[in-house]
């Protein structure tokens, strides 16, 4: 049985990811790749991380999605696509990115942030809708299923404490 403390494996991630824009959906995005499955004992936390592919158009990206006890889901981006979003079921918020072409401003509705993950993998799903200068544009479906690996690492290098992050 798990055992509460660090946690770092290797995992196998499908990803389906839905778009509508006006009512009109661009048909779901399928993909499977290899990541990492992470847990943080000090935050409760667990992580799923991946890189992105020239499928999803996002080549040379990082993407860590985490899953707090409370139902926070916060979705990180790092590389070429740099962005950090809070979702919370049922929250609307006003973020302020600022891109190569200047400041954006868009608002986020989250209407589905849940998951459940141990050490052996889950789901993580997201359902959220953005906003730019107040009109709605498009709404968005995730849906991450992961399985680890049998293989188990204390850490992502085995040196140190993963940075990463759970939930129920």
């Avoid at 990492?36 to 409760?44: G, V």
């Avoid at 006890?69 to 079921?89: A, C, D, H, W, Y």
């Avoid at 809708?129 to 498009?138: A, C, D, I, Q, Y």
């Amino acid at each position: 049985m798990f055992t509460p403390s660090d946690l770092y494996r290797d995992a196998i991630i499908h990803l389906e990811s839905n778009h509508w824009t006006d009512g009109e959906s661009s048909g779901p995005i399928r993909l499977t790749t290899v990541g990492h499955l992470a847990y943080e004992k000090k935050n409760d936390t667990w992580s799923v991380s991946y890189d992105e592919s020239d499928a999803t158009g996002m080549r040379g990206t990082r993407t860590r999605v985490s899953l707090f006890p409370n139902g926070r889901v916060v979705l990180r981006r790092t590389g070429s696509v740099e962005m950090e979003l809070e979702f919370i079921k049922g929250d609307q918020r006003v973020e302020a990115k600022s891109t190569p072409y200047g400041p954006v401003r868009f608002s986020v509705l989250t209407h589905e942030a849940k998951g459940s993950i141990n050490e052996e993998g889950g789901e993580i799903e997201l359902g959220y809708s953005l906003g730019f200068e107040n009109r709605h544009t498009v709404s968005t479906r995730l849906q991450l299923e992961v399985t680890a690996q049998r293989q188990n690492h204390n850490t992502p290098n085995g040196t140190g404490p993963v940075q990463n992050g759970h939930s129920n």
